[in-house]
């Protein structure tokens, strides 16, 4: 996927006042609109310049590609980074009767998932203010024990010099026992401010698990893998795992191979139904660093007489 400079199609600076990329949009719509332009690619250039504009016109996410930084180049290979737009509140609106899905891939790996019109609810905006919703990062842990966390959120204004400027703002929040990634917590009042005498909207903090050096998470299991030396798999062993709940005895049982699974029932992301803890066997090999350590693996070589491809006619 490439990388697209929203600023370079516009032909606009990157400082540049709303009302520069409003007109830069007109002017590069009327000359490459396909009902009029004499340009031989000019349905592609009035669907990319309109992608750019579908950005660069709302300050919230512009100023969350702003954040990709002005290192990148057009064309260049581009993924998008982990987690890149945490911490950014965005509020309803969404994409003016825009579809994601008709725009390129660097636009839906982006905006493609929870921008167009977040989960508001309200129709009548003039009374209501508009909800924003932001996605946060939780340890694993959190979801395990619940827990309160002060959170650091960016959001956008306009300046005097109508260029969008990211502000900060730092919140409580009550993490709920049992939260699940993807799901979403509901702050009362926290979102836009209502108009006359409406009340204001509401946060919706979406959860995103940082990455954790030892588990993974599939819905409410929790998976491990655990090295597991080669005699421990052939002839069994009792052996200390961790847990996000503490440490406990496994058991495994001899012939075990690896990549089989030995689940822990219940111990996953607690619920109604919890989820289970998966703990996944790896075989990890002894290094052969010396020369006494090649001379047992020879011995095992000659002693055990091993093919490990004989199903495979090696």
Known sequence: MEFKDYYQIMGVKRDATQDEIKRAYRK????????????????ARFKEVGEAYEVLK???????????????????????????????EFHGGGFSGADASRFSDFFESLFGHGF????????????????????????LEDAY?????????????????????????TLNARIPRGVRQGQFIRLAGQGGSGVGKGKAGDL??????????????????????????????????TVKVPTPTGAVDLKIPAGSSGGRK??????????????DF??????????????????????MEQALKFNPRARMGG
């Open 116 to 139: 167009a019109g977040g989960v508001s609810g309200h129709a009548d905006y003039h009374a209501h203010g508009e909800d924003a919703h932001a996605k946060v990062l939780i340890d």
């Open 145 to 169: 024990h619940g827990a309160s966390r002060m959170l650091t959120l960016q959001h956008t204004e306009l300046g005097a010099d109508g260029r969008p400027q990211v502000k900060q703002r």
């Open 28 to 43: 590069l719509a009327r000359k490459y609109h396909p009902d009029v332009s004499k340009e031989a690619d000019a349905e």
């Open 278 to 299: 998966y703990v996944v066997l790896q075989i990890a090999l002894p290094p052969a660093e010396t020369a006494a350590d090649k001379a047992a693996y020879h011995d």
């Open 58 to 88: 709302d300050p919230e996410k512009r100023a969350a590609y702003d954040q990709l930084g002005a290192n990148w180049k057009a064309g260049q290979d581009f993924r998008p980074p982990p987690d890149w737009d945490a911490g950014f």
């Open 262 to 275: 030995l689940r822990l029932k219940g111990r996953g992301i607690p619920g109604a139904t919890p989820g």
């Open 204 to 237: 919706y903090l979406e959860v995103e698990f940082r990455p954790h050096p030892f588990y993974h998470v599939e819905g409410r299991d929790v998976l491990l893998d655990l090295p597991v030396a080669p005699w421990e798999a052939v002839l069994g062993a």
